[in-house]
């Protein structure tokens, strides 16, 4: 009798609150397509991603915290106030995470869609199975995977870099742009300009001549669209079609004299929000010895406006999440989601909000929580649905059941 009255005094005090998982056997999962975020701005706004970072699970074999985490003298196993200990001075919302987790990747292009993005452009190692570059690989392909589900394009940076330890760079080169070839330049969502795949180059730094690019190129069924970095277009000759602009110690004047010069390519504008490297704290070579000061948002917005200013298609975020030099405007503890929401003001995109880009953080949250409940996956997966479809509504009525 008194047991049978404890149920009773619950069921009236916290209406009979059961684990609000149990409750999803009623859904039946509909995949709706991507709907385009709304936006004034009409030029293309592409974000720059590494691939690179790994956690003890996924780092195969080594089952340690992947490099860029750890760089030569972190340890992200010792945590101290909440946080683990990472090679940058900033740290992600949802911690230090795995590049091919799906559950990264679907927070991450979640926000990228809400924030007025368009795509991404991958910096892409080539298929040598050395040091983490395999590894960078498939992870690429594990976001690539994900990209038309949320609407978003992409295209490839390559890191030529890559083949300098080698002789045959060329034949190695060849070997990587047939991969993509065959693999992404005729997806539909692969970034094309004048019906050419977009494919750029972070350099070049190993192929220095036009007649290296000239080979590589030789072996595909088309030319693509190239893009080395600004100012090294020389290197590739007849083969590129414009650059592309990156932070540097100049900062907003060496973007406007990029802008401004002569250079009759096309070319690709960058924002970022500022610059502070951790390779001298982290004890690895090639600190740059400069800083840009983010100062709040206000470089990101000065440099966003420079871009949006020019008459140029293409605008390049410099980057989603390189911690490692300090670069990164996804949502951090330092920052929150102040770049994120900057940018769907200046874009235009007026429908969006913070709120919007909390909830894709809560999304990420539960898929975590509730990782092994197959219902509350299914309901999770589509809550997913309802926020690349825009219909935010919904999504948040059914978050609100967990």
Wanted: hydrophobic share 40%.
């Amino acid at each position: 009798m008194k047991k049978l009255f404890i149920v009773v005094l619950c069921a009236i005090l916290f209406g009979c609150k059961k684990d609000k998982a149990d409750n999803f056997s009623d859904i039946t999962l509909t995949e709706y397509a991507p709907v385009a975020v709304s936006k004034s701005v009409t030029k293309k706004v592409f974000v720059h991603v590494m691939p690179w970072f790994e956690t003890p699970e996924t780092n195969v074999p080594l089952g340690a915290w992947g490099v860029h985490w750890r760089m030569a003298n972190r340890d992200p196993n010792v945590i101290a106030d909440g946080k683990r200990q990472i090679a940058s001075y900033y740290y992600p919302l949802i911690g230090p995470y795995a590049s091919g987790d799906k559950d990264v990747i679907e927070y991450q292009l979640l926000l990228m869609k809400l924030s007025g993005i368009d795509g991404v452009f991958i910096d892409w190692p080539g298929l040598r199975n050395v040091t983490d570059y395999i590894l960078n690989a498939r992870n690429s392909e594990s976001m690539i995977a994900q990209l038309k589900k949320v609407g978003l394009n992409y295209a490839i940076v390559y890191e030529d870099q890559n083949l300098k330890p080698i002789l045959d760079r060329v034949g190695q080169a060849k070997t990587d742009i047939s991969y993509l070839e065959s693999r992404h330049f005729t997806k539909s969502n692969y970034e094309k300009i004048n019906s050419k795949p977009l494919l750029m180059v972070f350099g070049p730094q190993a192929l220095l001549d036009e007649a290296s690019w000239t080979d590589v190129f030789s072996v595909l069924t088309q030319k693509p669209a190239f893009f080395p970095l600004l100012y090294q277009s020389n290197k590739a000759g007849v083969n590129a079609t414009g650059e592309f602009a990156w932070v540097g110690s100049g900062n907003t004047s060496a973007l406007t004299n990029f802008y401004n010069n002569g250079y009759a390519g096309l070319k690709i504008t960058a924002a970022y929000p500022g610059f502070k490297d951790f390779y001298a704290a982290g004890g690895w070579p090639g600190a740059l010895g400069w800083t840009i000061d983010h100062n709040g948002t206000n470089t990101f917005n000065t440099t966003v406006d420079l871009a949006l200013a020019t008459s140029n298609n293409y605008l390049q975020l410099v980057t989603w999440n390189d911690y490692g030099e300090g670069t990164m405007i996804e949502p951090t503890k330092e920052f929150g989601y102040s770049f994120l929401t900057s940018l769907q003001q200046k874009l235009g995109a007026s429908a969006m909000s913070q709120a919007k880009l909390e909830m894709v953080k809560r999304l990420f949250d539960l898929r975590k929580d509730k990782a092994n409940n197959a219902d509350a996956q299914k309901a999770l997966d589509q809550i997913f649905y309802y926020m690349v479809s825009l219909q935010f509504d919904k999504a948040q009525e059914l978050l609100n059941r967990f």
